[in-house]
Protein backbone atom coordinates (compact mmCIF):
# COMPACT_ATOMS: atom_id res chain seq x y z
CA UNK A 1 0.00 0.00 0.00
CA UNK A 2 2.79 2.57 0.68
CA UNK A 3 4.15 1.94 -2.80
CA UNK A 4 0.68 2.83 -4.63
CA UNK A 5 0.77 6.31 -1.94
CA UNK A 6 4.31 7.01 -3.93
CA UNK A 7 3.42 6.04 -7.05
CA UNK A 8 0.47 8.79 -6.78
CA UNK A 9 3.09 11.43 -5.71
CA UNK A 10 5.83 11.14 -8.44
CA UNK A 11 2.64 10.85 -10.91
CA UNK A 12 1.83 14.24 -9.72
CA UNK A 13 5.22 16.02 -9.76
CA UNK A 14 5.45 14.93 -13.61
CA UNK A 15 1.85 16.40 -14.24
CA UNK A 16 2.76 19.95 -13.19
CA UNK A 17 4.09 20.57 -17.07
CA UNK A 18 7.82 22.10 -16.40
CA UNK A 19 9.65 19.08 -17.03
CA UNK A 20 12.91 21.42 -18.00
CA UNK A 21 16.06 20.07 -16.74
CA UNK A 22 18.88 22.28 -17.73
CA UNK A 23 18.06 25.44 -20.15
CA UNK A 24 21.21 27.84 -20.86
CA UNK A 25 19.91 31.33 -21.98
CA UNK A 26 17.35 31.53 -18.83
CA UNK A 27 13.36 31.10 -19.28
CA UNK A 28 12.39 30.12 -22.23
CA UNK A 29 8.73 31.67 -20.92
CA UNK A 30 10.45 35.20 -22.95
CA UNK A 31 11.26 34.56 -25.63
CA UNK A 32 12.33 38.09 -27.05
CA UNK A 33 15.54 37.48 -24.61
CA UNK A 34 16.88 35.29 -26.50
CA UNK A 35 16.14 36.98 -29.62
CA UNK A 36 19.26 38.70 -31.64
CA UNK A 37 18.96 42.43 -31.77
CA UNK A 38 19.91 43.49 -35.12
CA UNK A 39 21.15 47.37 -35.63
CA UNK A 40 19.70 47.79 -39.40
CA UNK A 41 21.66 50.55 -41.28
CA UNK A 42 20.89 52.48 -43.87
CA UNK A 43 21.95 51.02 -47.52
CA UNK A 44 25.11 53.60 -48.05
CA UNK A 45 26.33 52.00 -45.14
CA UNK A 46 26.29 48.49 -46.34
CA UNK A 47 28.96 46.65 -48.41
CA UNK A 48 27.46 43.82 -49.82
CA UNK A 49 29.22 41.19 -51.86
CA UNK A 50 27.21 39.07 -55.11
CA UNK A 51 28.26 36.01 -55.71
CA UNK A 52 27.29 33.58 -58.17
CA UNK A 53 27.64 29.63 -56.64
CA UNK A 54 26.61 26.17 -57.25
CA UNK A 55 28.11 24.43 -53.98
CA UNK A 56 25.62 22.21 -52.53
CA UNK A 57 22.93 23.05 -55.06
CA UNK A 58 23.23 19.68 -57.57
CA UNK A 59 24.82 22.22 -60.29
CA UNK A 60 21.99 24.64 -60.51
CA UNK A 61 23.26 27.97 -60.34
CA UNK A 62 22.40 30.33 -57.93
CA UNK A 63 23.18 34.52 -57.08
CA UNK A 64 24.01 35.03 -53.43
CA UNK A 65 23.96 38.18 -51.79
CA UNK A 66 25.40 38.64 -48.50
CA UNK A 67 26.55 41.46 -46.03
CA UNK A 68 23.30 42.55 -45.13
CA UNK A 69 22.73 44.43 -41.72
CA UNK A 70 19.20 45.06 -41.46
CA UNK A 71 15.88 43.53 -40.28
CA UNK A 72 14.32 40.43 -41.71
CA UNK A 73 11.10 42.29 -42.97
CA UNK A 74 13.24 44.46 -44.73
CA UNK A 75 15.25 41.45 -46.14
CA UNK A 76 11.88 40.11 -47.47
CA UNK A 77 10.98 43.30 -49.32
CA UNK A 78 14.32 43.55 -51.08
CA UNK A 79 14.09 40.11 -51.93
CA UNK A 80 10.70 40.44 -53.73
CA UNK A 81 12.25 43.96 -55.23
CA UNK A 82 14.89 41.87 -56.66
CA UNK A 83 13.06 38.28 -58.10
CA UNK A 84 10.82 40.52 -59.86
CA UNK A 85 13.44 42.58 -61.45
CA UNK A 86 15.09 39.40 -62.28
CA UNK A 87 12.30 37.24 -63.26
CA UNK A 88 13.12 34.14 -61.23
CA UNK A 89 12.54 32.81 -57.50
CA UNK A 90 14.52 32.92 -54.02
CA UNK A 91 14.95 32.81 -50.80
CA UNK A 92 16.54 34.34 -47.59
CA UNK A 93 18.83 32.15 -45.68
CA UNK A 94 20.99 33.26 -42.80
CA UNK A 95 21.10 37.13 -43.36
CA UNK A 96 22.04 36.40 -47.00
CA UNK A 97 19.61 36.53 -50.10
CA UNK A 98 19.52 33.30 -52.80
CA UNK A 99 18.22 34.00 -56.22
CA UNK A 100 17.69 31.34 -58.71
CA UNK A 101 20.09 31.53 -61.92
CA UNK A 102 23.01 34.18 -62.33
CA UNK A 103 21.99 37.68 -61.98
CA UNK A 104 25.56 39.17 -60.83
CA UNK A 105 25.46 41.99 -63.48
CA UNK A 106 21.82 42.85 -63.23
CA UNK A 107 21.68 42.71 -59.31
CA UNK A 108 24.59 44.43 -58.72
CA UNK A 109 23.36 47.29 -61.13
CA UNK A 110 19.46 47.26 -59.42
CA UNK A 111 21.01 47.19 -55.95
CA UNK A 112 23.39 50.37 -56.42
CA UNK A 113 20.35 52.09 -57.84
CA UNK A 114 18.69 51.19 -55.00
CA UNK A 115 21.37 53.05 -52.44
CA UNK A 116 23.33 49.99 -51.62
CA UNK A 117 27.71 49.29 -51.77
CA UNK A 118 27.72 46.31 -53.81
CA UNK A 119 30.31 44.19 -55.44
CA UNK A 120 30.69 41.09 -57.29
CA UNK A 121 32.65 38.75 -55.59
CA UNK A 122 34.34 35.34 -56.48
CA UNK A 123 35.60 34.35 -59.88
Do not use: W
Not at 4 to 27: C, P
Not at 110 to 115: A, E, H, N, S, T
Request: aromatic share 4%; with cysteine; hydrophobic share 25%.
Amino acid sequence: MASSKSKNKSSDSHSSGNRIVYSEFGSTSTPTAVERSVQELPPNQQNLRVQASRKGRKGKTVTVITGFQVKPETLTQLLKQLKNQCGSGGTVKDDSLEIQGDHTQKLVEVLIQLGYKAKISGG
